[in-house]
């Protein structure tokens, strides 16, 4: 996958490089699919505000995100990420690059809106899966996260500032780990592809169904008793 970055970058360049294919060639096999066509910008900070994006407003510095307004696609990362990535670990940037990247794989097709716990809840679950292959200290960061009281991936209302957004990323990451604790991998590939086959605006209950249905026999059940996953505030 072409990673693009200033001269000066060539240093964290390596490293991203390395995320990416390691993201790239999991994702692929998890999934079961012909990778999409993306490239990646590495911005040095300065020229955070040339870098391709869907709106004209630029993004906070230090956000990565997924922008198709370019062709090929791309996965723009900062030079540095944004304080509110939290925990700090070994696998914070790389659970990072993996989430956009998943992001890419899934709208390499068209997929139509859903609720925004199941549309976050698949790139966190996937860039769990690619941790736990390259062996990343996952269990030590999820035991590092702060528990936001009250909050669960139901609950959680956007627009919301940059620390919500992030305690909703982490219970996300919370439940896509113990899915795949419970249910192995495979179910990434059938969410995913129930998703490309959906036609209509998933609502609530249709994403719990979906959800449901691709984590396995007993999903649904196991997935309306996680604490993460009430309608109520814990
Ligand atoms: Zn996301």
Redesign the pocket.
Known sequence: MPLLYAPRLAGRAGTLSGYLAQGYGTLGRILSVEPPEVVAYLMAGEDWYAAPRDNARPYPPGLP??TRSVEPPALVLPEELFTVFRPRTAATLPLTVW??L??AFLLGREVVRTPAWL??FV??AASAAVARGAGLPLQEHLSRMEREPGLTVRTFRGPAGAGDQMSF?NLLLLLGAAALEEFGEDFLRRIFHALWEEDEIVDEERAEELLGAALGPGGREWLVSRPEFQEEPL
């Open positions: 995100y997924f989430h956009e998943a992001h549309g976050e790139p966190q990323q």
